[in-house]
């Protein structure tokens, strides 16, 4: 994950700086977050922030009806001490990306991966009368479906999400957004060799089953009732070559349609409900 942001040069802790773009002719002042800081935007990933027991050291609003619109949020917040700022919407605009922000941005500590000693340290000692459910993201590095998936995996109640050092993506203000709050609630542990690491979750009895279109069985043969980590490739490249070999067990998706494959978040979303429809079945 990348190190707290740094403000650009020439701008303080809650300044704007310069950008090189233009409008119309004109200069445009690109938005930029306090020092050290990583932007939080949108209504729900606030609230996850709260819920965590994160107060925001600064938040902005966007001029108009947003602090009216917002006023309990707001008040939370005021409460808590963070510094309120009332800011015009292209400028939180501008520091969305394009992203809906719902008048609202905090400004809070980065996340940060846990390290896979975390992730031994838990499954040595399991605290939870289910048994583990993992979800590891292969080659995941568009940030909308990795924000998507951690989505799927904290609604589904799995337990954790592990992820390669090298090709995922950030823990950063876009996957806080997509995850709408799952990504402040959900572990996920980064291991420096994948494949390395799925030998040590079967050393500690977690079956492995990998996802692949050519694969002989259906998802639907698959048993997730056990100890269970579900392995997720990227887009048209699928898992690698090692990731693959490390599988207990590969599946696919039964389709019925004309399209080849699904968007790797839905498909994981279809994957993760199945374990929770076994598991449910047994309850």
């Known amino acids: 994950m990348a190190a707290g942001r740094k403000p650009r040069h ?4 809650g300044q704007t700086s310069k950008a090189r773009q233009h409008d119309g002719g004109q200069t445009v002042r690109a938005s930029a977050p306090p020092g050290g800081l990583e932007a939080v935007f ?39 001490g ?14 969305a990306q394009g992203a809906s922000h719902q008048g609202i941005v905090a400004f809070a500590t980065p996340l940060a991966f846990e390290g896979e000693a975390s992730l031994w340290l838990k499954l040595e000692g399991w605290p939870h009368e289910a048994p583990p459910l993992l979800l590891v993201l292969d080659g995941i590095t568009d940030v909308h479906n990795f924000g998507a998936c951690l989505r799927s995996a904290e609604a589904s109640g799995a337990h954790g999400v592990v992820v390669p050092k090298d090709k995922s993506a950030p823990l950063n203000a876009m996957v ?19 494949a390395r690491a799925m030998v040590r979750l079967k050393d500690l009895g977690v079956w492995i089953t990998g996802t692949a279109g050519e694969a002989e069985a259906s998802l639907y043969e698959a048993d997730f009732t056990g ?22 067990v590969l599946v696919r998706l039964p389709m019925a349609g004309s399209v080849s494959s699904l968007n790797v978040s ?10 929770v429809r076994q598991r449910q079945a047994l309850a």
């Open 266 to 275: 839905v498909a994981t979303g279809i994957c993760l409900f199945e374990a």
């Open 42 to 80: 949108g209504v729900h990933a606030v609230r996850a922030l709260l819920d965590r027991g994160e107060m925001p050291r600064e938040v902005w609003l966007q001029e108009g009806s947003a602090g009216t619109r917002l006023a309990e949020l707001v008040e939370v917040v005021r409460q808590g």
């Open 10 to 13: 020439g701008a303080r802790p």
């Open 227 to 248: 100890p269970t980590a579900l392995v997720m490739g990227a887009e048209g490249k699928g898992m690698r070559r090692l990731t693959r070999e490390a599988c207990d």
């Open 82 to 95: 963070a510094h309120l700022q009332s800011r015009p919407r292209d400028e939180l605009d501008r520091l």
């Open 176 to 194: 806080r957004k997509v995850a709408c709050g799952a990504a402040e609630s959900m572990p996920v542990y980064q291991v420096t060799n994948l």
